[in-house]
């Protein structure tokens, strides 16, 4: 059975109305999670990496896309940050643009811009953030950061 685009758009936006409204939760996932990107900028910028980390998912499924690499678990990114962004190399976290988009009231995608600036240069880019609700806490599972 063939379904054309338009038809599988209805078929999208009409189930997209089924179930809990939207507006019942998106707001609360916009600010739970913004709260949550707040104090991960916080924790960077005030040297605590480990306040930084708390929300990526401990597990070894977590994914991290950045750059021409794939990163797998969280031990592997901990890693990653610690010897690249220790000490002065740490720089001034800062994200803007941010975009929280609810896609249940246990997982959403965040879209934004990143940057560090560092004593002499600055790094930026944007993210993809794909965040669920685990054990009543919300994680990150996916970052692709470019």
Same mark, same amino acid.
């Given at each position: #059975?063939k379904i +054309?685009?338009a !038809?599988?758009?209805m @078929? !999208?936006?009409?189930?997209s109305?089924?179930?809990e409204?939207? *507006?019942?939760?998106?707001? !609360?996932?916009?600010?739970?999670?913004?709260? !949550?990107?707040?104090?991960?900028?916080? $924790?960077?910028?005030?040297?605590?990496l480990?306040?930084? #980390?708390?929300?990526y998912?401990? $597990?070894?499924?977590m %994914?991290?896309?950045?750059g021409?690499r794939?990163?797998q678990?969280?031990? %592997?990114?901990? +890693? #990653?940050? @610690? /010897?690249t962004y220790? *000490? /002065?190399?740490? *720089?001034?976290?800062?994200? $803007?643009?941010? /975009?929280i988009?609810? @896609? +249940?009231?246990? $997982?959403?995608?965040?879209?934004g811009?990143?940057?560090?600036e560092?004593p002499? %240069?600055?790094?930026? *880019?944007k993210?993809?953030? @794909?965040?669920?609700k685990?054990?009543?806490?919300?994680?990150?599972?996916?970052?692709?950061?470019s």
């Amino acid at each position: #059975m063939k379904i +054309s685009i338009a !038809a599988s758009i209805m @078929i !999208a936006v009409l189930l997209s109305g089924c179930g809990e409204s939207g *507006g019942e939760y998106e707001l !609360a996932v916009r600010e739970e999670i913004g709260s !949550a990107m707040k104090e991960q900028v916080d $924790s960077w910028n005030s040297g605590e990496l480990a306040g930084f #980390m708390k929300y990526y998912w401990h $597990s070894e499924e977590m %994914t991290f896309h950045g750059g021409k690499r794939r990163l797998q678990g969280w031990e %592997t990114l901990n +890693s #990653m940050y @610690i /010897e690249t962004y220790s *000490g /002065e190399q740490r *720089g001034i976290l800062e994200f $803007s643009g941010v /975009e929280i988009n609810a @896609i +249940s009231p246990e $997982s959403a995608y965040v879209l934004g811009d990143w940057k560090i600036e560092l004593p002499d %240069t600055v790094k930026q *880019g944007k993210f993809t953030l @794909i965040w669920r609700k685990i054990d009543g806490g919300w994680r990150i599972v996916h970052d692709h950061s470019s």
